[in-house]
């Protein structure tokens, strides 16, 4: 079965560039109808959707974050990347790559998680 292991940095200061690549195995990234996400949760809150990019290449983005986030892909090494930019304290999370299952232009539950990472924005 799929699985999604998400990598980066587990520090980050503020105002930096976050960047965080989901490697996804046994299952292409370009499989129809495969939606591959980024989805993080702050200490104690609840789950925040960040954005996601379809099997086809195009993208969305939460309308909260979307001024300064870019999801990417990299097929060659089946690769999703978030880059948040400008972070703050605010954006300190545990980031989780996710895959959700659908069809042309819609997608239902996440189906696959990565175990997710921490990442600290501090100074």
């Known amino acids: 079965q799929v699985q999604l292991q998400e990598s980066g940095p587990g520090l980050v200061k503020p105002s930096q560039t976050l960047s965080l690549t989901c490697t996804v195995s046994d299952g292409s990234i370009t499989t129809k109808f495969y939606y591959w996400h980024w989805i993080r949760q702050s200490p104690g809150k609840g789950l925040e959707w960040i954005a996601h990019?379809?099997?086809?290449?195009?993208?969305y983005y939460s309308p909260s974050l979307k001024s300064r986030t870019s999801i990417f892909r990299d097929t060659s090494n089946n690769q999703i990347t978030l880059q948040l930019f400008s972070v703050t304290p605010e954006d300190t999370a545990v980031y989780y790559c996710?895959?959700?299952?659908?069809?042309?232009?819609?997608?239902?539950?996440?189906?696959?998680w990565g175990r997710g990472t921490l990442v600290t924005v501090s100074s």
């Open positions: 996710a895959r959700a299952s659908g069809g042309l232009g819609y997608y239902t539950g996440y189906d696959f």
């Open positions: 990019i379809a099997y086809s290449g195009r993208t």
